[in-house]
């Protein structure tokens, strides 16, 4: 049994410019999960009092991962993360994408993943395009609108963070797709040879 000593079973220079923006881009909204997406800032201290059963239900959940919010007589402001108490629920999802993007791009890396898998760039749009459409939906729909009658909700650090990567990593699955089409055009016996 020989082994090819130039071709170690698991190399990051396998992978492309795109694979490598992809991955990373991808990274950075996985990480961004779990920053601060979404503030409020309550207008007055009395504004508990006018709640409704709705906005009563959703600071309590709040207060749940923040006592100090419903235990001060200031008028409240706090954050939560997109997997946090009062946001979470669907946005885990993005974190399984997330996630899924990131080991994905770590699988072509494999040597044997590379050679064996001729649609990566068709599976690597999809991902990031999903991933993507999951993170512009999670930043349009603020779950803290809700308590807009009572102070002002808005996006925190966290959002901006992830609209940008989910942005960037389908950026780099879009050269990822270049690359091929351009190779591809070039040399189709090529291309197929190089495919991954």
């Avoid at 994408?97 to 001729?118: D, E, H, M, Q, T």
Wanted: aromatic share 10%.
């Amino acid at each position: 049994m020989t082994s090819e000593p130039n071709l170690p079973p698991f190399d990051l220079s396998r992978l492309r410019p795109g694979d490598v923006t992809a991955g990373i881009a991808s990274f950075l909204v996985l990480i961004s999960l779990f920053i601060p997406w979404y503030s409020f800032a309550s207008a007055a201290a009395q504004a508990g009092e006018q709640a409704t059963p709705a906005q009563q239900q959703l600071v309590l959940a709040i207060c749940g991962d923040q006592p100090a919010v419903c235990s001060s007589d200031v008028p409240p402001q706090f954050s939560v993360s997109a997997l946090g108490a009062g946001a979470g629920g669907w946005r885990f999802l993005i974190l399984v994408v997330a996630i899924i993007a990131v080991l994905y791009v770590l699988s072509r890396a494999l040597a044997p993943v590379a050679r064996a898998f001729p649609y990566h760039w068709q599976v690597l749009v999809g991902i990031t395009a999903f991933q993507g459409l999951l993170v512009l939906i999670a930043f349009v729909a603020n779950p803290l609108g809700i308590l807009d009658s009572l102070g002002s909700s808005s996006w925190a650090f966290g959002a901006f963070v992830a609209l940008i990567a989910a942005i960037a990593a389908g950026a780099g699955a879009t050269l990822v797709m270049q690359e091929y089409k351009k190779l591809h055009a070039v040399s189709p016996a090529l291309s197929n040879a190089v495919r991954g």
